[in-house]
């Protein structure tokens, strides 16, 4: 997978090679929690940030997070007509503190499934 850095961590253009959501905190561990329960433990690309808000991200494929509402407590990474964002990746070993992979991609088209995950966001933060 191309957009895995080598080393360290690298910002990654969102809704090129996916989109991301991005839940901070405790809210954000037990989500990816729930989401590893859920799905039999491979809820598709997950990563963790270790400092400040201590953000978690979830990697979905491009284009699922523009037009769609999300609960508050969640923000959205896309791209689209004057908007781009970027999502911090870790490379998938070496030192890329302050993130890491809380579960790592397993194939080249498998993203969290954007259904799925909103469903789980929507019961936890509601």
Not at 73 to 91: D, I, K
């Amino acid at each position: 997978m191309s957009w895995i850095p080598l080393s360290g961590f690298h910002l990654r253009k969102a809704g090129v090679q996916f989109d991301a959501i991005r839940v901070d905190g405790e809210d954000g561990r037990r989500l990816a929690d729930w989401m590893e329960v859920l799905t039999g433990g491979d809820p598709g690309p997950v990563v963790m940030e270790d400092n400040g808000r201590r953000g978690v991200y979830f990697l979905l494929p491009p284009g699922t997070t523009a037009h769609r509402p999300w609960p508050r407590g969640v923000t959205r990474f896309n791209s689209g007509p004057a908007h781009v964002s970027y999502v911090p990746v870790p490379a998938l070993t070496g030192k890329t503190w302050p993130l890491s992979w809380r579960c790592l991609p397993s194939g080249p088209d498998r993203f969290v499934h954007p259904l799925l995950l909103r469903s789980a966001v929507r019961e936890l933060l509601s």
